[in-house]
């Protein structure tokens, strides 16, 4: 009995899993045919219950019409050729600069030729990728060429801070600077991708220094805050530094140019940072100038020895154009003593000296300064400086014969010797243009 029971058991389990897998079977077939099912059921109740079934079976048949994409599809292209993996080598190179490399200087260039040709190049439909659209905008802001985005202007899909930013970016690449900061200075860097936040920040503080040189501080802030240890902060720090000693920001300034020192100690660009910075402290274009000339002596003593004598002779001769006397004579005084004999530099020096002499009570040394001058190792621009400086030594030491009455009233005098200075000082500026 128990047999008989255990086998219509097992027989049963056995309909049950053919059974089970039947419906597994119907299933399949089911939603495979779901089109199909779907097609005649719409035919059905189109026309109507009364029909044969006929043409509804032979709408099933029939198969079933493309959908049309909302947008059209982004065309194959290399991962290595999209925009936003070839940028990647623009960043490196910009670093590389930072750290003070100039054959890396000399790549760049080279690169932002290459990418530009690469860019333009490529089929429309990469631009439908929000990361290629910032790669460009990066790229142009970066001092690539801007033709690359009136491809990517008007892509339906760019989103819309995108495409604010895109055609920021394309007045800047071309020169509309006022156009440039009307669409980008509300924007707010730190809501931007990372890819872009930093160099906006930088882009927004350096077409604001001029206007509005405080809020250019806080944008340059933001930029070293969102791109540490690039070239975007480099740029940022340099300018902050600019502005906050010509406004007299003693405190401000020495904690920059500490951190500046510390970070970027081999830029490309220190050197040339370095002689702007001196040059306007010369041309007294800084408040609290006194202390000013303490700090140069003191920066300057950072800077390696072979730079220095440069560097003195730049504040000298910016010195003479502003004005400055004093510290024309201190520059060019020092300038003399690191040159090395018979050097170009130490004839230049000599002859700063000597033109910033004449017009104090050391007169006499001045002039013979200037009679010491290795005229041949001039060049044109300094020859001239040195004839006017001739000039003014004669019209300042002229004296009337004893006895006799001026040959003309002191204050013609004056005037004329000022109009030498002027003229030195136009013959100055066009040397350093």
Do not use: C
Request: zero cysteines.
């Amino acid at each position: 009995m128990r047999g008989a029971l255990l086998s219509l058991t097992l027989a049963a389990v056995a309909m049950i899993a053919a059974a089970g897998g039947a419906f597994a079977a119907d299933d399949h077939h089911a939603a495979a045919d779901a089109p199909k099912a779907a097609k005649a059921d719409k035919g059905h109740g189109e026309k109507g219950h009364g029909d044969n079934g006929a043409e509804p079976e032979a709408a099933a048949d029939a198969p079933a019409e493309p959908e049309v994409p909302i947008w059209s599809e982004v065309p194959a292209v290399e991962l290595e050729k999209q925009p936003y993996i070839l940028v990647r080598a623009l960043r490196s190179i910009q670093d590389v600069i930072a750290s003070g490399s100039v054959e890396a200087h000399e790549q760049q260039r080279r690169l932002l030729r290459d990418l530009s040709q690469q860019m333009r190049a490529l089929p429309t439909g990469v631009w439908d990728d929000v990361r290629n659209v910032r790669s460009a905008i990066f790229f142009v802001l970066s001092g690539g060429d801007p033709a690359v985005l009136k491809l990517v202007i008007g892509r339906e899909r760019t989103p819309h801070i995108e495409r604010r930013l895109l055609k920021g970016a394309l007045a800047y690449g071309e020169g509309r600077l006022i156009d440039s900061l009307a669409l980008i200075q509300k924007m707010d860097a730190r809501t931007l991708d990372a890819s872009l936040a930093g160099m906006v920040a930088l882009i927004q503080g350096t077409l604001t220094a001029k206007k509005d040189a405080q809020k250019a501080l806080v944008y340059f802030n933001e930029a070293r805050l969102l791109a540490p240890g690039t070239l975007v902060e480099e740029s940022a720090l340099r300018q902050q530094i600019m502005i906050l000693a010509r406004d007299g920001e003693v405190e401000k300034f020495d904690l920059l140019a500490s951190q500046y020192s510390r970070r970027f100690p081999r830029s490309l660009f220190a050197r040339n940072f370095r002689q702007q910075f001196f040059a306007g402290v010369a041309r007294q274009s800084f408040k609290r100038a006194s202390e000013w000339i303490s700090r140069t002596e003191t920066e300057l003593m950072k800077v390696p020895v072979s730079e220095r004598a440069g560097l003195y002779l730049a504040i000298a001769e910016e010195a003479l154009k502003g004005g400055n006397i004093g510290m024309a004579q201190f520059a060019a005084g020092k300038a003399r003593e690191l040159s090395s004999a018979g050097s170009r530099t130490l004839q230049r020096a000599t002859l700063y000296e000597g033109a910033a002499m004449v017009a104090t009570a050391d007169f006499e040394k001045g002039v013979a300064l200037l009679d010491a001058i290795d005229v041949p190792k001039l060049g044109m621009s300094d020859r001239e400086v040195l004839a006017s400086a001739r000039s003014v030594a004669k019209a300042v030491g002229r004296w009337p014969e004893p006895g006799k009455a001026p040959e003309e009233p002191p204050t013609e005098g004056v005037g004329r010797a000022e109009t030498l200075l002027s003229q030195v000082d136009s013959l100055l500026e066009g040397a350093s243009q």
